[in-house]
Structures are given as structure tokens and as C-alpha cells.
């Protein structure tokens, strides 16, 4: 079954400290890959996307990711976190063909202290 | 491009009501989403549109929920006689097909709570 898994639930870190979420998927064939952030009451922000190419993306905010085949993970890292960041993170796959829609994880919630 | 909007952003019913929410893509997509997220999780697909056709809906769309996209520009999502367990973020994202494939843009959502 296709289906994405966000190990962490709730993560803490401290303004100025490095970040890393883990995704992990699993999919027929290599999906597109997408990390969306969502802050309180609002709708979903897209932070980056793979497609193809380059398996390390850049995207929005200083964040970025890298799609490794061999493990079907998608990890979101930022070297260092802005008390702004706090929100909820979630990986979602796509499929490349068909509907494209997506199947995303049950999320991140992270937490910056000051 | 004024990205996707969602009307209203907050419903609150009662148990029983009908329910109508709407969702304006964004001009050039012709692809059009419905997702549905609860407390907790992520979102989860309900259905999905391309143009006015709908292509596929999910099994959690009972037959208590109607879409439609007439004229393949605007869409409504429609809850007959809610119930609690209809309480959530309902979320509607757009995208282009290919070859110009792009990602999905989400709406902020319209959050539904049953009384």
C-alpha cells in the first residue's frame, strides 16, 4: 500500500539550532516528493518539491531536501531555525501519472525555543 | 495570480444542515482538488476534477457529499445532513496538467465544525 510515514511527531528545538524531519514513503515506482509547511487555522504552503534531477532541492526559507532511492526518504533540514519556523511540517507524495494526487504524512509539529 | 481561494473560511452547523463550500483555482489550472484533513493528520483526498470532469473520487466521499466544477473554472463541495465526523479542515488545491505539470497550490481551507 502507498502510504508516508513522519516518525516524529512533536520536535523541539532550540532559535539557532539545526533541524532535520524524516519522511519516509512507500510507492510503486519514485513519486514526486514535496515537503508543505501549515501555521495555525491556515492552508498549506509548499517549501519545496522533486521531481527529478538533482536529488538535493533547495526551497523557500533557507530549508532544503534530499531524496535518497535506496532508503525512499525524503528529509527536510535547515541549518539553523527562526523562532518563526514553529508550524506543522508534512511530506506527501504524488504520483507521476493518472490523478497526480497526493498522499501525505500525518505531519511534524515543531516547536523553537527561544 | 491571486492563488486558490476558499469561501467561507469558517462554517459552523448544525447536526443535520447542508453545507456548501466553495473554491476558486487559480485561472490557469485546469486541475482541481478536494481534500479533507482532521485534527492530527494530514490531508486526504476526496476527489479531483479535470476541467468539469470528475475523474475520481475517494471511498471516503459518501453519498452525503456532492462536488461539482461546472464549466471547469469554479467548484462547490456539498454535505447533506452532517454529521459530527464531518467536522474538519476541508481543502482545495489546484494544479496544471501535463506537459506543463506544476504542483498542487492549496487554499487556506474552510474548517467546518458540526453541532
Known amino acids: 500500500a502507498q502510504s508516508v510515514t513522519q516518525p516524529d511527531i512533536h520536535i523541539t528545538v532550540s532559535e539557532g539550532a539545526s533541524l532535520e524531519l524524516r519522511c519516509n514513503y512507500s510507492?510503486?515506482?519514485?513519486?514526486?516528493l514535496f515537503w508543505y509547511v501549515q501555521s495555525p487555522g491556515q492552508g498549506l504552503q509548499l517549501l519545496l518539491k522533486y521531481f527529478s534531477g538533482d536529488t538535493l532541492v533547495q526551497g523557500i526559507k533557507g530549508f532544503e531536501a534530499e531524496f535518497k532511492r535506496s532508503q525512499s526518504s525524503f528529509n527536510l533540514r535547515k541549518p539553523s531555525v527562526h523562532w518563526s519556523d514553529a508550524a506543522e511540517y508534512f511530506c506527501a507524495v504524488g504520483a507521476r501519472s493518472g490523478t497526480y494526487k497526493y498522499i501525505f504524512g500525518t505531519g511534524t509539529r515543531l516547536k523553537v525555543l527561544a | 495570480d491571486t492563488g486558490v481561494s476558499q469561501d467561507p473560511r469558517h462554517k459552523i452547523t448544525k447536526r443535520g444542515q447542508n453545507v456548501t463550500f466553495r473554491c476558486d483555482p487559480i485561472s490557469e489550472h485546469n486541475r482541481l482538488y478536494w481534500y479533507r484533513q482532521t485534527l492530527g493528520q494530514g490531508p486526504e483526498f476526496l476527489t479531483y476534477f479535470q476541467n468539469e470532469a470528475q475523474l475520481e473520487k475517494s471511498r471516503l466521499l459518501s453519498d452525503r457529499f456532492s462536488a461539482e466544477r461546472p464549466k471547469g473554472s469554479f467548484s462547490t463541495l456539498e454535505i447533506q445532513r452532517t454529521e459530527q465526523g464531518d467536522s474538519a479542515m476541508y481543502l482545495c488545491?489546484?494544479?496544471?496538467?501535463?506537459?506543463?505539470?506544476?504542483?498542487?497550490?492549496f487554499g487556506q481551507g474552510t474548517r467546518l465544525t458540526v453541532v
Open positions: 488545491a489546484s494544479s496544471r496538467a501535463p506537459p506543463v505539470h506544476t504542483e498542487a497550490f
Open positions: 510507492y510503486g515506482a519514485t513519486p514526486y
